[in-house]
Nanobody
Framework: QVQLVESGGGLVQTGGSLRLSCAASGSTFSISVMGWFRQAPGKQRELVATITRGGITNYSDSAKGRFTISRDNAKNTVYLQMNSLKPEDTAVYYC????????????WGQGTQVTVSS
């Protein structure tokens, strides 16, 4: 079992920045990929960015050039630095971790609200 706790959301003006953190606990040794997803009201949950244990990253088109995902394996924590925020970035942001060797299980955090005012 893996538990994920997010922090760092809040209200920011257009053009501002926020840094999200997600701390993992439990069977962290089995975690491979960690990432961030978001869900805006009335929309499906969508990928923002992912990062492997070795540091290989993947971004959605909307996140490229503005967001940076990073990971501290020693602290079992993944971060999302968000710059140049836009109102359309407003959503609940969820941390995700895939863990397991033969059977991969996907774990989710409780979510943190990010609101960008225009």
């Amino acid at each position: 079992q893996v538990q994920l706790v997010e922090s760092g959301g809040g209200l920011v003006q257009t053009g501002g920045s926020l840094r999200l953190s997600c701390a993992a606990s439990g069977s962290t040794f089995s975690i491979s990929v960690m990432g961030w997803f978001r869900q805006a009201p009335g929309k499906q949950r969508e990928l923002v960015a992912t990062i492997t244990r070795g540091g290989i990253t993947n971004y959605s088109d909307s996140a490229k050039g503005r967001f940076t995902i990073s990971r501290d394996n020693a602290k079992n924590t993944v971060y999302l630095q968000m710059n140049s925020l836009k109102p359309e970035d407003t959503a609940v942001y969820y941390c995700n971790a895939n863990a397991g060797r033969t059977v991969v299980v996907s774990y989710w955090g409780q979510g943190t609200q990010v609101t960008v005012s225009s």
